[in-house]
């Protein structure tokens, strides 16, 4: 069964601080990536995909994310984060001999003004 | 802009009963999703849907079922609530596989 691991349960940075969130995921096939993004008290939204193609992909807010075939890896990066981005961050896999989205537990983002 | 409507916030509900949670979107999306977030677990997978009258059991299928009648329409159903269903249940839509999911902003029930 597909898994997605994200190493990071808490983090805290101060703003202008650059990010990086990890996110490994345990299949080998092709696979679809996703990260989510839930600000407290508001839904999940998306923030980026990688379906193929450029394995660097550019989101909304000024996140980005880069697919590693050989790591497993899609780590989510910004190179200097707000204290709007306070959030909650889900890495996700999508198996595309599947239709159902595994997620990640989570990574809860704390940036302090 | 894309919708995915769940019917209550919160809800309260006593073990042993029947709880029917509702989500509707308006995308006229095939996929409909199901999943319960919890701290620490992220969120796992209950039901999805390919279509109508059409389920399949995801990670977790345990103590639940769903409807699906119309095409709109995805209803999460806890057959008899205990207090370890007590979550924020998250419903989702896609419009096809090459797309991502929209959420609906969710349901917090506590069971006691």
């Known amino acids: 069964a597909q898994s997605v691991s994200q190493h990071n349960h808490h983090v805290i940075l101060s703003e202008a601080a650059s990010l990086e969130l990890g996110c490994n995921y345990s299949?080998?096939?092709?696979?679809?990536l996703f990260w989510y993004v839930q600000y407290p008290g508001q839904h999940l939204q998306l923030l980026l995909k990688?379906?193929?193609?450029?394995?660097l992909v550019k989101g909304i807010k000024g996140f980005e994310a880069e697919f590693i075939k050989s790591k497993f890896s899609f780590n989510l990066r910004k190179p200097s984060v707000q204290w709007s981005d306070t959030a909650e961050y889900f890495c996700a896999v999508r198996d595309t001999g599947f239709q159902k989205l595994v997620f990640g537990t989570g990574t809860r983002l704390l940036v302090s003004p | 802009d894309v919708k995915v409507t769940q019917s209550s916030r919160y809800l309260v509900k006593r073990t042993g009963e029947k709880v029917f949670l509702e989500c509707v979107q308006d995308?006229?999306?095939?996929?409909m999703f199901w999943y319960r977030q919890d701290p620490g677990l992220g969120l796992r997978l209950i039901y999805f849907s390919y279509d109508v009258k059409m389920k399949e059991k995801g990670d977790i299928p345990e103590g639940y079922s769903v409807s699906r009648e119309k095409k709109e329409r995805f209803s999460l159903i806890l057959e008899s609530a205990s207090t370890n269903q007590t979550s924020m249940y998250l419903c989702a839509s896609r419009q096809g596989t090459n797309y991502g999911y929209t959420f609906g902003s969710g349901t917090r029930l506590t069971v006691v």
């Open positions: 990688y379906f193929s193609g450029d394995p």
């Open positions: 299949y080998g096939g092709t696979v679809n």
């Open positions: 995308m006229d999306h095939e996929n």
